[in-house]
């Protein structure tokens, strides 16, 4: 745990919410990350990394709205989690006007491939692996037509976003979704940082230095058009 700093934003900002804003003297960049299991309308057991999409949603919306604040970086390990609460997120980060950058490491599973790409420009590195599945829900299931169609619409939803803001083809995204051979006792695919550029789902293999120079650029492109 972090100590008690009232002075101290930069340590609140890392501890409480996992976000900083950067500042190389010319530029001010807000960095958030993503990680563990996306916690939405319930709460998880404490002994899990989490990710809160009530810290998120406000920093976003100040990001947006901060005058001094040129871009935004997200930077992504999940395991993925609640899928609404995922979703609102990559369309909040999608619907920005700043420039945004996304970086997956080490993992952008399940519900993490929206957020993985509804920035401006993505990034993965070579080592880092995205599960791409159907939705699915745990505990007692209604087995009634309007369920089957709740789980449709739902999935209609993601695909469409994802295949809206990335390269990849919906026919292939849906045939990777509901391949039964690579996973376990499970529908789906889960593919490495270069098969994601490949396919289209991620715009180009790099790293911290890469996702920070590209979204450099893009904030200079943007204050000479303004």
């Known amino acids: 745990m972090c ?3 009232e002075n101290s934003n930069y340590e609140y900002d890392v501890c409480e919410t996992g976000s900083v804003v950067s500042n190389d003297g010319k530029k001010q960049i807000r960095c958030i990350s993503i990680i563990g299991q996306i916690e939405g309308h319930y709460i998880l057991p404490q002994d899990q990394k989490s990710t809160k999409y009530e810290h ?19 930077v992504l390990n999940t395991m993925g989690g609640d899928v609404e609460a995922g979703l609102a997120i990559a369309e909040m980060i ?23 790409v509804c920035s401006d420009r993505s990034f993965i590195v070579p080592s880092a692996t995205m599960t791409i ?16 169609f709740y789980f449709e619409k739902m999935q209609e939803r993601i695909s469409s976003f994802v295949c809206a803001h990335s390269n990849i083809k ?8 509901m391949r039964t051979d690579q996973i376990a006792t499970d529908t789906g ?36 058009n303004s």
Do not use: W
Request: charged residues 20%; proline residues 5%.
């Open 133 to 148: 599945h159907p939705v699915r829900i745990s505990g007692t299931v209604l087995g009634t037509p309007q369920t089957y």
């Open 56 to 74: 998120l949603i406000p920093i976003l919306v100040s990001c947006e709205q901060d005058e001094n604040i040129d871009g935004l970086l997200i």
């Open 189 to 224: 695919s889960i593919i490495d940082g270069r098969e994601a550029v490949e396919i289209g789902l991620i715009d180009s293999i790099g790293g911290l230095s890469d996702a920070l120079s590209a979204l450099e650029d893009m904030i200079n492109k943007s204050n000479k």
């Open 3 to 5: 100590k008690d700093n």
């Open 170 to 177: 919906e026919e292939k995204f849906s045939s990777l979704m």
């Open 94 to 116: 999608a619907s920005m006007k700043k420039p945004t950058v996304s970086l997956v490491l080490g993992g952008g599973h399940s519900i993490g491939v929206p957020l993985a």
